[in-house]
T-cell receptor, first 115, second 114 residues
């Protein structure tokens, strides 16, 4: 079965330090890859996507993600964390051949940035 | 643009009651979907639609019904509420082709079934 794994339920980072939120996937072919963020009591917001091309994708709020085809990973990164980055982060994948446009979701990683 | 709107924001139901969660988008998106979010389980797809008049089941469709009479609206109906349907419900929409699947989410409806 196709799946997306976010191996860490929670990631703790000190403000100003770099952060990484991990995502690996088990999906056939070359899927489209996404990161979303959810702030408390809010809906999910689209952060960035990988469709094709450069393996490093830049998105909103200074976030970027690195696609690694051999490791089937799409880790979210930020060079210097802010307290306001504290939120729930979801990785999602869409198989390219899926004509129903459905996303396969990871379970989410809670990111806590400490001052 | 208002984006994706959902009403109500919060609802309490008794077991067996029915209700409709409203979702509307003003971006002319073809694709719309309903998810439920439960702690530790991420997002689970309930129903989705790839255009007006077309709906299909997702991962957890039992106990829910949808229709898509217009491009803008995609209501979710709970036929006979059960405590297991206590959850936060999100509606999302996207362009079918140009968005590659990047979805826009509403603010959510928090539902408590007693």
């Amino acid at each position: 079965a196709q799946s997306v794994a976010q191996p860490e339920d929670q990631v703790n980072v000190a403000e100003g330090n770099p952060l990484t939120v991990k995502c690996t996937y088990s999906v056939s072919g070359n899927p489209y890859l996404f990161w979303y963020v959810q702030y408390p009591n809010r809906g999910l917001q689209f952060l960035l996507k990988y469709i094709t091309g450069d393996n490093l994708v830049k998105g909103s709020y200074g976030f970027e993600a690195e696609f690694n085809k051999s490791q089937t990973s799409f880790h979210l990164k930020k060079p210097s964390a802010l307290v306001s980055d504290s939120a729930l982060y979801f990785c999602a994948v869409r198989p390219r051949e899926d004509s129903n446009y459905q996303l396969i979701w990871g379970a989410g990683t809670k990111l806590i940035i400490k001052p | 643009n208002a984006g994706v709107t959902q009403t109500p924001k919060f609802q309490v139901l008794k077991t067996g009651q029915s209700m409709t969660l409203q979702c509307a988008q003003d971006m002319n998106h073809e694709y719309m979907s309903w998810y439920r979010q439960d702690p530790g389980m991420g997002l689970r797809l309930i129903h989705y639609s790839v255009g007006a008049g077309i709906t299909d089941q997702g991962e957890v469709p039992n106990g829910y019904n949808v229709s898509r009479s217009t491009t803008e609206d995609f209501p979710l109906r709970l036929l006979s509420a059960a405590p297991s349907q206590t959850s936060v419900y999100f509606c999302a929409s996207s362009y079918k082709v140009t968005g590659f699947g990047a979805q826009y989410f509403g603010p959510g409806t928090r539902l408590l079934v007693l």
